[in-house]
């Protein structure tokens, strides 16, 4: 792995394991618990994914404003994770639809802040010609995290009850935590000897990140539409126990990390543009295989599939935003804005995911979440090449 830092390499990697694997328990057991336990529909859950993704988006340009006035990220991330990992924790102990909700619009609230950082960081840390590889090799590790998270939780929940996702988040939050905070990071960006820098959207927006923002608002909008209802589907139409829910994550999780540090190869190799394409229409199987499986192999084998050839979803988009934004001073600032653009077009997704569920299908609402992915995808071509001969020899 090629970092200007190296010695980090396993710190960033740690990190990426424990803290993915919160995500994966809270991603795929937390709506579960909610249809199961607390009985939520489609539309309770559409309007708490719209309201977390829109309570998200408003505090994001802070956390990037403050990490880049600080010069530091670290500590953000470190913040973000605990409260997210506690949050997330806690989750499985909730009895109301409106506890439900307020622990949602916690849980993005600080996950994404940590998670601004987190970009803004790997953005320091990683020239362009060799983002790909490293963001592969780190993100290999994350799907990892999940992989272990879901062999342990999974099987042990329909055992145990949920009180066991309770205790392995925690435990997981605090081995996320010790690694993030002993990373070095290099100096300050805005100590005493250096001038104040101020922000300018027409000085520091170029014109590949403008055009990106546009386009990505646009695509993640309409493949939002089916995440409110994964989980439903898995209860209502599929009838999964936790354990087959388990398998479900643990075989995606597989093809995951056999394909991602190929995905970063590609990019350095082939270059951005093309595959960030690819990359978006590549996400319409997840949705497919809900849509089209007529029983529980068939949509372990799409699903499967899907997770293999969609996994580059997870760090092409975030390596062509690092791309476009070439200042360290202004890219936590640059990130968060972009975060909360897309996320607003995401929150918008979700509510009418979930109000096309309610009346119409859960499986008619995957399909057309599978088509929309693919026909917004398409003017994503229009957009320029990031990684040039030129761009590889400047760092």
């Not at 953005?123 to 362009?128: E, F, M, N």
């Not at 999940?146 to 435990?171: C, S």
């Not at 590549?282 to 497919?288: A, Q, Y």
Request: charged fraction near 15%; include cysteine.
């Amino acid at each position: 792995m090629t970092l200007k830092s190296n010695a980090e390499s396993r710190k960033l990697m740690l990190y990426s394991l424990f803290g993915r694997g919160i995500m994966s328990i809270g991603m795929n057991y937390s709506g579960i618990y909610a249809a199961e336990i607390i009985g939520l529909g489609a539309g309770e859950f559409g309007i708490s994914s719209a309201l977390s993704t829109i309570a998200t988006q408003l505090t994001q340009p802070l956390w990037g404003y403050i990490s880049d006035l600080k010069g530091v990220r670290k500590y953000f991330i470190a913040l973000g994770e605990i409260i997210f990992g506690i949050t997330t924790a806690l989750v499985f102990t909730l009895k109301t639809f409106q506890q439900y909700m307020l622990s949602s619009i916690i849980i993005w609230v600080f996950w994404s802040g940590a998670f601004v950082c987190w970009q803004a960081l790997m953005g320091d840390l990683t020239t362009k010609d060799h983002r790909g590889r490293t963001i592969g090799i780190i993100e290999f590790a994350g799907i990892g995290g999940a992989l272990i998270a879901n062999i342990i939780v999974g099987p042990l929940i329909d055992v145990h009850g949920y009180g066991i996702a309770t205790i392995t988040t925690i435990i997981f939050t605090l081995l996320a935590v010790i690694p993030v905070l002993i990373i070095h990071e290099e100096g300050d960006i805005l100590d005493e000897n250096k001038v104040k820098y101020r922000f300018s959207w027409k000085i520091d927006a170029t014109n590949e990140y403008k055009k990106y923002l546009i386009l990505s608002t646009l695509w993640w909008g309409v493949m939002s539409i089916s995440w409110p209802i994964f989980s439903l589907t898995q209860v209502k139409i599929f009838c999964l126990t936790k354990t087959e829910v388990a398998i479900l994550s643990i075989t995606g999780s597989i093809g995951q990390m056999i394909m991602m540090p190929l995905w970063g190869n590609i990019a350095d190799k082939f270059g951005r543009r093309n595959l960030l394409v690819i990359s978006c229409m590549l996400t319409s199987i997840w949705p497919l295989a809900y849509a089209v499986s007529q029983n529980y192999i068939q949509l372990l084998v799409l699903n499967t599939i899907g997770s293999a050839l969609g996994s580059s979803i997870n760090i092409i988009p975030g390596i062509y935003l690092l791309d476009t934004i070439p200042l360290k001073e202004n890219r936590a600032t640059l990130v968060s804005i972009y975060n909360t653009i897309t996320g607003g077009a995401q929150a918008i997704g979700q509510y009418i995911g979930g109000e096309i569920a309610s009346n119409n299908g859960l499986r008619e609402t995957m399909m057309l979440s599978a088509i929309l992915r693919i026909m917004f995808a398409i003017p994503m071509f229009t957009l320029p090449e990031t990684l040039t001969k030129s761009s590889k020899k400047v760092e």
